[in-house]
């Protein structure tokens, strides 16, 4: 397995490090031309197109491994290569043709796009390059989608995000809600307690009044024995009183 990946590599190094002979006019990006960067990823999908599914399952898993292991950008590389390809290619379908070749340099980047026709949906292998050494530093596949379909993905992604909102705010909305209940829950609770607090001295204030009732009564008959005998109220005492109903 790592036979077969060096040399899927090596490919691309030894055609990007080709150099031809004689003057041209194709415009250059360090010391490649367009058309040898072309020739490359060509190159390159070729190399991919021989490799079963599983194959390609396993280069991911293996390399993957080393990137956790390792801090080199170029097996990071390797991971693009296999990984976005294992994923676009299942959805393209047989392959038919390489179509169109773009590559353009914007600041300190050059970025080189291959189209590949395929019989269900067509692909796009992109590589971009450090634009002073011409170091390769990603490698992407990517699916090409038609305007309707971008359209449409972009309008569902819409439609997602602001069911998102709504259904956020229902749930804010029903929280707050919910508050009023925990209120009356406390209102209720206080309420309760204050009841608690009252009853024990209402008791005490019925209690107090019978007390003094009992103690006016007592001299009023008191004051009503000594005047019909002539006598002071110093000299007996009124020890009870029994009422008759």
Same mark, same amino acid.
């Given at each position: 397995m790592k036979k077969r990946c060096l040399l899927l590599l090596s490919a691309l190094v030894c055609l990007l490090s080709f150099v031809a002979c004689g003057t041209t006019t194709e415009e250059k990006y360090g010391d490649y031309t367009s058309a040898q960067i072309e020739s490359a990823m060509e190159s390159q999908v070729t190399s991919l197109e021989g490799l079963s599914s599983?194959?390609?399952a396993q280069y991911v898993a293996v390399y993957e491994a080393q990137a956790e292991q390792s801090d080199e950008e170029g097996i990071s590389l390797y991971v693009d290569v296999y990984k976005t390809w294992s994923e676009c290619r299942p959805e393209a379908g047989d392959f038919v043709a390489f179509s169109d070749f773009d590559i353009s340099k914007s600041g300190k980047t050059v970025?080189?796009?291959l189209d590949i026709?395929?019989?269900k949906r067509d692909m796009q292998l992109v590589y971009v390059f450090n634009a002073n050494s011409m170091e390769l530093t990603a490698v992407n596949t990517q699916l090409v989608y038609s305007l309707g379909e971008t359209m449409a993905k972009a309008g569902l992604n819409t439609i997602t995000g602001i069911a998102i909102v709504f259904a956020i705010l229902i749930l804010l909305s029903l929280l707050?809600?919910?508050?009023?209940?925990v209120s009356l829950f %406390?209102?209720?609770?206080?309420k309760t307690k204050v009841e608690n607090v009252k009853t024990p001295v209402a008791q005490v204030s019925e209690t107090v009044v019978e007390e003094t009732d009992?103690? %006016?009564l007592i001299a009023v008959i008191a004051a009503a024995i000594a005047a019909s005998t002539g006598t002071s109220t110093d000299d007996f005492v009124v020890r009870s009183i029994k009422r008759r109903y």
């Open positions: 599983e194959e390609l970025t080189a796009t026709d395929y019989s707050i809600y919910c508050f009023r209940f %406390e209102n209720k609770v206080k009992e103690t %006016e």
